[in-house]
């Protein structure tokens, strides 16, 4: 196995943006998006995800994807936080309004891999995120949110019947 190819199957799957567009499929993958990457793929190498659909702030990506043969592409994927909930460690200024420290929020992206934080409400006795938030175009947003994790009734024990090294399971 060549060491070019140890570097791009070392890097974590999870979601990431772009910074130049993969070589061979520029109109397919371009520079300034978010993909979803995975370490592996069927025929081998890494593979690359478009986003295809969005719900509740939270995308969803396709199943066929593109192969990665570039390690310049490959090195230039930018790691981004998970989508999910986080809270904000500090008052955080959004338009003309701000968004108090400790102040419970739903990270997401938009197709450009850009964060949006979705404030929550308290509705009844329930938390709901707008279906539209603020969006930020600098990453400096993420050091500003610290992950929530916590379970929600049933799941626990649906992982407890997998096996005892399975742990909790945790919303993100």
């Known amino acids: 196995m060549t060491e070019e190819k140890n570097s791009r199957q070392n890097k974590p799957c999870g979601i990431y ?3 130049i567009a993969m070589p061979g499929k520029e109109e397919n993958v371009p520079a300034g998006r978010l993909v979803y990457y995975h370490s592996h793929s069927e025929q081998g190498p890494p593979i690359v995800l478009m986003p295809s659909k969005n719900t509740n702030n939270k ?3 396709h ?3 593109f192969l990665v043969t570039s390690e310049a592409f490959s090195d230039g994927l930018q790691p981004l936080p998970r989508e999910g ?3 904000l460690r500090a008052n955080l200024s959004v338009g003309e309004g701000f968004l108090p420290e400790r102040s419970l929020v739903q990270l997401g ?4 891999g850009e964060p949006i934080l979705f404030p929550g409400k308290r509705e009844g006795n329930s938390i709901e995120f707008p279906l539209r938030g603020a969006g930020f175009k600098a990453d400096t947003i993420f050091k500003e949110l610290d992950p929530v994790q ?5 799941q626990a024990e649906s992982k ?4 005892p090294s399975s742990g909790p399971q945790t919303l993100h």
């Open 17 to 19: 943006r772009t910074s």
């Open 59 to 61: 995308w969803a990506f």
């Open 63 to 65: 199943t066929r994807g």
């Open 85 to 87: 909930f986080y809270v």
């Open 109 to 112: 992206y938009n197709p450009k």
């Open 150 to 154: 916590f379970l929600l009734q049933g």
């Open 160 to 163: 407890k019947e997998q096996g």
